[in-house]
Structure formats: structure tokens, C-alpha cells
């Protein structure tokens, strides 16, 4: 059993993959995209996103990471794929899932599930040039608009040569609206002979045992409900308690000091409120905690409020 941290745009940056694995649980992760267009770009851009290349592909806790590609020549994603496992990553992995207006609008993401022989000539490319040694993987939705070409889009990906496969089960035009449709991933695995890994909509171990049942995979990706539950990977893996809230606020303090310290200090703020959005799903004192910090702008109020919440939460457990 598997279980990788997806890759989620803006939010999963190399201090969250470091928070996160060192809770235990994951076995990869995948970096937010790169985006690629008509040039191999320099190792520094690498580096900016991932910049545990500079730490041998893994995260300070060991979990291997992986980089993630977007774009759509084939050439130029070869030509960029080599390079990042050049520089350490242990492979390579290709999006086609992404559904974000702007990149879909320049021929990247999800909008290529619309064009199945694009997608296998992607995948080839990137096979035939990156060493055998490496994975290449891919993630898919099951569609851009319908499930139309679904098995079509899964089957091209594996006669191009891709090791393994994450299928988001839910179209583009579904975007994150629940469920998330995992028997579809059984009948992809009726067809393809790669590993599929599910995604989608898992958001306590209750559901990665239901993910696996209806997916027919044993191998799972964790996104948005790793950030609801910061152990959820250890909970499936482990069956481990869920983290108490007040060692999420211990969390939630250590996460602001890498923010705040790191290159993306200016970006705290957003950040730190994006976790919430997430938080109160599993945790109710998160909602309202976030009814304080939703006006507040500068760092040190918004620490300032964390550390009382903290500090009244270690008060009542005493």
C-alpha cells in the first residue's frame, strides 16, 4: 500500500511536504507543477519548487519527491524531464489534470483529455528520453467535459510507457464537487496493466477504505484531506488517532515560522487562511478561530492569534 501527497497549487509548497511527512505516512510526493512551454528552462526554476533536489529528492524526513511537468510539446517536456532527474528527482510526473482556467486556456492541464493521441505522444517523448531507471507517471481526470474518452486517454498513457497512473475521478467540468466517482478507476484498471493510484474525495480513513473497495486500487493519493487532518496519511497507514487540536495548533505555530522565515513570507497570510478553509472541515474549533483571523493581514497579528488560541487550548488540557 501506497500513499502519495498530491500535488495542490499554491498550497502544498516544500514547507508543507516537510510538515507533513514528518508526521509520517507518505510513502512520494509530487511537487506543484512546472510549467513548460517552448524551452528547457535553468536548474534555478527546479530548484524554486522543489527545492528538495538540494537534499537528494527528499524531503528532510526522507519521503522522496517527485517533480511535476505541465505543458503540452512534447519535445520541451522531454527536454525539461531529463533535466529534473538530472538535478535528483526520482522521476518524473506529467500533468493533465490541472483545471485552472488559465491553463487550460494555453493548451495545458485537464483541457488535454480532450486530445488522447497529444497525450500519448507526450508521455512517449518523455519516456524515450528520461533513463529506464526513472518512473514517468501521470495524472488524469477521468475527462474534460464527460468520461467520453476516459479509457481511450488511460490506454494511450500506458502504451506510451508510463509506470503508473493517478486518476482524479471526477471530470474537469465536475471540478471538487463530491463524490468523487471511484469505480470508474476499476474499470480503467480493466483495461490498462499499470499501477493506478486513486485520488479524489478522501477525507478520513473510512473513505480510503472505501476509495479502495470501489477503485479496486490499494494505492491511494491524499490531497485536500491531508490538510484537513495534518496525520490522515497516519491514520490510514497506521490507523493512528486523529491529531488533537491542540497539537495542531502546535502545527499550525511551527508552519507559520518556516512561512514567515522562508521566500514566501509575503504569501503567509493567504496561506495560513487557505489551511483553515481546509481545517474546519474535520476540526469545529477551526471555524471559529478562522471568524478572528479572516481580517487580520499582517503576520504578527495573525501569530499573535494563534499563539492565544494555543495557549488557552493548553490551559483547558492541563
Given at each position: 500500500?501506497?500513499?502519495i501527497?498530491?500535488?495542490m497549487?499554491?498550497?502544498v509548497?516544500?514547507?508543507?511536504r516537510?510538515?507533513l511527512?514528518?508526521?509520517?505516512?507518505?510513502d512520494?510526493?509530487?511537487?506543484?507543477f512546472?510549467?513548460?512551454?517552448d524551452?528547457?528552462?535553468?536548474?534555478?526554476?527546479?530548484?524554486r519548487?522543489?527545492?528538495?533536489?538540494?537534499?537528494?529528492?527528499?524531503?528532510?524526513?526522507?519521503t522522496?519527491?517527485?517533480?511535476?511537468l505541465?505543458?503540452?510539446?512534447?519535445?520541451?517536456?522531454?527536454?525539461?524531464?531529463?533535466?529534473?532527474?538530472?538535478l535528483?528527482?526520482?522521476?518524473?510526473d506529467?500533468?493533465?489534470?490541472c483545471?485552472a482556467?488559465?491553463v487550460?486556456?494555453?493548451?495545458?492541464?485537464?483541457?488535454?483529455l480532450k486530445?488522447?493521441?497529444q497525450?500519448?505522444?507526450?508521455?512517449?517523448?518523455?519516456?524515450?528520453?528520461?533513463?529506464?531507471?526513472?518512473?514517468?507517471s501521470?495524472k488524469?481526470r477521468?475527462g474534460?467535459?464527460?468520461t467520453?474518452?476516459?479509457l481511450d486517454?488511460?490506454?494511450?498513457?500506458?502504451?506510451?510507457?508510463?509506470?503508473?497512473?493517478?486518476v482524479?475521478a471526477?471530470?474537469?467540468?465536475?471540478?471538487y464537487r463530491?463524490?468523487?466517482?471511484?469505480?470508474?478507476?476499476?474499470?480503467?484498471?480493466?483495461h490498462v496493466?499499470i499501477?493506478?493510484?486513486?485520488?479524489?474525495?478522501?477525507?478520513?480513513a473510512?473513505?480510503?477504505?472505501?476509495?479502495?473497495?470501489q477503485?479496486?486500487?490499494?494505492?491511494?493519493?491524499?490531497?485536500?484531506?491531508a490538510?484537513a487532518?495534518?496525520?490522515?496519511?497516519?491514520?490510514i497507514?497506521?490507523?493512528?488517532?486523529?491529531?488533537?487540536?491542540?497539537?495542531v495548533?502546535?502545527?499550525?505555530?511551527?508552519?507559520?515560522?518556516?512561512?514567515?522565515?522562508g521566500d514566501?513570507?509575503?504569501?503567509?497570510?493567504?496561506?495560513?487562511k487557505?489551511?483553515f478553509s481546509?481545517?474546519?472541515r474535520?476540526y469545529?474549533q477551526?471555524?471559529?478561530?478562522?471568524?478572528?483571523?479572516r481580517?487580520?493581514?499582517?503576520?504578527a497579528?495573525?501569530?499573535?492569534?494563534?499563539?492565544?488560541?494555543?495557549?488557552?487550548?493548553?490551559?483547558?488540557?492541563?
Amino acid at each position: 500500500m501506497k500513499i502519495i501527497l498530491a500535488p495542490m497549487e499554491g498550497v502544498v509548497d516544500h514547507l508543507m511536504r516537510d510538515m507533513l511527512t514528518r508526521l509520517g505516512g507518505f510513502d512520494l510526493c509530487i511537487t506543484e507543477f512546472i510549467r513548460i512551454v517552448d524551452q528547457k528552462l535553468p536548474p534555478r526554476v527546479f530548484t524554486r519548487i522543489c527545492p528538495e533536489l538540494l537534499n537528494g529528492g527528499e524531503t528532510p524526513s526522507g519521503t522522496p519527491v517527485r517533480v511535476q511537468l505541465l505543458g503540452q510539446e512534447p519535445h520541451w517536456l522531454a527536454e525539461n524531464a531529463v533535466r529534473a532527474v538530472e538535478l535528483g528527482s526520482p522521476g518524473v510526473d506529467l500533468n493533465f489534470g490541472c483545471p485552472a482556467k488559465a491553463v487550460n486556456k494555453s493548451r495545458g492541464g485537464a483541457v488535454l483529455l480532450k486530445e488522447t493521441e497529444q497525450l500519448y505522444r507526450i508521455v512517449k517523448a518523455v519516456r524515450d528520453a528520461v533513463p529506464a531507471e526513472f518512473e514517468v507517471s501521470a495524472k488524469i481526470r477521468l475527462g474534460y467535459d464527460d468520461t467520453s474518452l476516459t479509457l481511450d486517454n488511460a490506454a494511450a498513457i500506458a502504451a506510451a510507457g508510463a509506470n503508473m497512473l493517478t486518476v482524479h475521478a471526477r471530470t474537469k467540468s465536475d471540478g471538487y464537487r463530491p463524490p468523487a466517482y471511484w469505480p470508474w478507476i476499476a474499470k480503467i484498471k480493466q483495461h490498462v496493466d499499470i499501477p493506478l493510484i486513486a485520488n479524489g474525495e478522501i477525507w478520513t480513513a473510512t473513505d480510503a477504505v472505501l476509495c479502495r473497495e470501489q477503485s479496486a486500487c490499494n494505492d491511494i493519493m491524499l490531497g485536500r484531506g491531508a490538510l484537513a487532518m495534518p496525520n490522515l496519511a497516519q491514520t490510514i497507514a497506521s490507523n493512528t488517532a486523529t491529531m488533537p487540536w491542540c497539537e495542531v495548533l502546535q502545527l499550525l505555530m511551527q508552519y507559520s515560522e518556516f512561512e514567515i522565515s522562508g521566500d514566501k513570507g509575503q504569501y503567509y497570510a493567504n496561506r495560513i487562511k487557505q489551511w483553515f478553509s481546509y481545517l474546519k472541515r474535520q476540526y469545529p474549533q477551526a471555524a471559529e478561530l478562522f471568524q478572528q483571523l479572516r481580517l487580520q493581514r499582517k503576520s504578527a497579528d495573525i501569530l499573535a492569534t494563534l499563539q492565544h488560541a494555543l495557549d488557552m487550548q493548553t490551559a483547558l488540557n492541563v
